[in-house]
């Protein structure tokens, strides 16, 4: 059973703290990287500390940890430039070809995830096998203001949707129409590189499940590759799901994550100048900004923090085919197929692209082939000082 040692202290300590903290945002202070939004109620607050604590709480195997796992908490992989960015922990994946050099999956199961450790001396430790032909990784996605983006309505995404290019301009956008393993409801997949998860509770548990081998109400079966049943029962004895809702809060250890992430404000644009300024006009004629979107909007709430508010992400949020794919077929996304990355924050983030495969802002650029070929071949052709432009524009976000 999860248990969680520090939750109620938090609760008594997010209580006590909660009332100065609303004030504090209120009076217009700067908001860090790692701040929640701005304007919280003392219940979210309260809310938002409790699943910050979850978040950064280090899970052993007496709680369900492994018997495979990437690892021990959500903040090894989220915690660059706070608590809730990215790492250079990379998740691997693997898969192999068919005859036709299509994807196919390693076995009936369908996984495709290898995971980095496993507990000692329970021999349940995944390993990709020879006959694997696709090896890819996947650098973690800051989760920053991740509520907004959840806000968002589907048919605002919907609306960008290109799928058969009817415009002429080599992009075509696809939304990800994914079936939500919480609700059992079709929704427009957002989160995940391949844009796999329509909610945030989907994208916690899945995430707990798969990183971190704990077992919950939405994904109760464990995953290691190449471990059978009877061997699973042997690694894991614990009866799932291991995550179970704590009696003082009534929360699962995914509701606390949905908090924190859903409370977690974005990351504010940088300081920007004249030069600046210019980038942006050039982000946008050179077409980069037709699948990274500035902002959207998202829809009406009752709770004013997420009713109606512009989402500056710089991302569509579709699926597309830049010729960076990593060949795993997953949710709704075809093998070559990757979410549109928001850009906001970018600036704290290394390294760059879904598989952490360049190291700057240019770099990345180059890789784009695909759909964003003409935006690219755009760039390569701007002068030296609207290039700079461009990059320190970038830099500001």
Known sequence: MKRRRRSVVWMATAVGLAWSATMLFAQGRTVRPGD??????????????????????VETSEEGLGPAFNATSCAVCHSVPAIGGTSVVLETRAATTDEEGAFKALDSTGETL?????????????VIPDHATIIAHRAPIPVFGAGLVEAIPDDTILRLADPDDRDRDGVSGRAAIVVDAGTGNSRVGRFGWKAQHATLLTFAADAYRNEMGITNDIFPAEAAYGVNYDAMRRCDPLP??????????????????ESFMK??????????????????????????????????ETGASANR?????????????????????????????????????????????????HD??????????????????????????????????LLAFLRSL
Do not use: Y
């Open 36 to 57: 929640p939004l701005p304007g919280l109620t003392s219940r979210e607050f309260t809310e938002f500390r409790l699943g910050l604590n979850d978040f950064t709480e």
């Open 114 to 126: 290898m995971h980095l450790f496993s507990i000692p001396t329970h021999g349940c430790q995944p």
């Open 240 to 257: 799932d799901p291991e995550d179970r809702r704590e009696p003082a809060t009534g929360k699962r250890g995914i509701d606390n994550f």
């Open 263 to 296: 409370f977690l404000a974005p990351i504010e644009r940088g300081a920007a100048g004249a030069v600046e300024r210019d980038g942006e006009r050039i982000f946008e004629l050179t077409g980069c900004a037709t699948c990274h979107v500035p902002a959207l």
């Open 305 to 353: 923090l997420f009713d109606r508010q512009i989402v500056r992400l710089f991302s569509d949020l579709l699926l597309h085919d830049i010729g960076t794919g990593d060949g795993i077929r997953q949710g709704a996304a075809a093998a070559n197929e990757i979410r549109t990355p928001a850009l906001w924050g970018l600036r704290t983030r290394r390294p760059l692209m």
């Open 356 to 389: 952490g495969g360049s190291a700057t802002p240019e770099h990345a650029i180059r890789r784009h082939t695909g759909e964003a070929s003409l935006s690219r071949r755009t760039f390569e052709a701007l002068g030296p000082e609207q290039r700079a432009s």
